[in-house]
């Protein structure tokens, strides 16, 4: 029992093809596209999950102003890895809850920043659950280093 002739399967499979790959074009020309804000959030959260930490230098607070009329906050960072060193910016005017007030925050600091081992330029210094920033240096002397202003004590010869 035959349905149809050769010619008439052309037809529809000739047809469905159309159909389909009309069907992909109208998806791919009305789908919702990210919008730069969406791929930074993203990439943050990438580094915050899944990137390394080394330590580096925070070196500024720079505010600048776009072509669209917005100012933005920009922190200036540097680190190095495998004896390359990177020099960094990170836009956070969208994160104010994380940076509060970048003009408290002191150049020259020590910071840890957060990279990916195969692109070690794509970095973070803040993401919204994780800052690399400190306020203070560390306190040698509360934890558990030697007081500078004592005396060395000097340990006996084994002879």
Do not use: K
């Amino acid at each position: 029992m035959i349905l149809g002739n050769a010619r008439t399967w052309e037809t529809a499979a000739g047809l469905a093809l159309l159909a389909a790959a009309s069907g992909t074009a109208i998806w791919l020309f009305t789908r919702r596209r990210p919008t730069a804000d969406e791929i930074e959030f993203a990439r943050r959260q990438l580094l915050a999950r899944t990137g390394r930490l080394v330590d580096g230098m925070f070196l500024d607070v720079c505010q600048t102003t776009g072509d669209d009329g917005l100012t933005r906050t920009l922190l200036l960072y540097s680190y190095r890895i495998s004896g390359v060193d990177y020099q960094c910016s990170q836009d956070v005017t969208a994160m104010r809850g994380v940076v509060d007030d970048p003009a408290h925050l002191r150049a020259g600091f020590p910071c840890t920043v957060r990279y990916l081992p195969g692109t070690p330029h794509n970095s973070i210094l803040v993401a919204e659950e994780w800052s690399g920033l400190r306020s203070s240096l560390p306190d040698l002397h509360r934890s558990g280093a030697a007081d500078p202003t004592e005396p060395r004590r000097r340990w006996p010869r084994v002879r």
